[in-house]
Nanobody, 122 residues
Framework: QLQASGGGLVQAGGSLRLSCAAS????????MGWFRQAPGKEREFVAA????????FYGDSVKGRFTISRDNAKMTEYLQMNSLKPEDTAIYYC?????????????????WGQGTQVTVSS
């Protein structure tokens, strides 16, 4: 089970940190990811990392601004979002994949959190 939190309203140029708390002892063996979905749009890949955190992938639109990380001892995944833009406005979902390596397609993930709303005002 995944529980995402940390969303909110922020001005353009600001920062937010999302968290995704997991339950289950297998967390440390799962790759994790973040996706987002804006109204009327398809779910978009944001970032993903391997079970150890040693391999990370980012979507082109967030490279250099967002950082994904994890703390396996706390069974928590994070997404640090800096230099936020209005086009980053979306519901952000965390996801877990029953494999050690990350992927960028939503269909490759087995578990999903409930989503947290991020709104960036101009």
């Amino acid at each position: 089970q995944l529980q995402a939190s940390g969303g909110g309203l922020v001005q353009a140029g600001g920062s937010l940190r999302l968290s995704c708390a997991a339950s289950g002892r297998a967390f440390g063996r799962y790759a994790m990811g973040w996706f987002r979905q804006a109204p009327g749009k398809e779910r978009e890949f944001v970032a993903a990392l391997s079970w150890s955190g040693g391999i990370t992938f980012y979507g082109d639109s967030v490279k250099g601004r967002f950082t994904i990380s994890r703390d396996n001892a706390k069974m928590t995944e994070y997404l640090q979002m800096n230099s936020l833009k209005p086009e980053d406005t979306a519901i952000y979902y965390c996801a877990a994949r029953k494999a050690i390596s990350p992927r960028t397609a939503p269909n490759d993930y087995d578990y999903w959190g409930q989503g947290t709303q991020v709104t960036v005002s101009s």
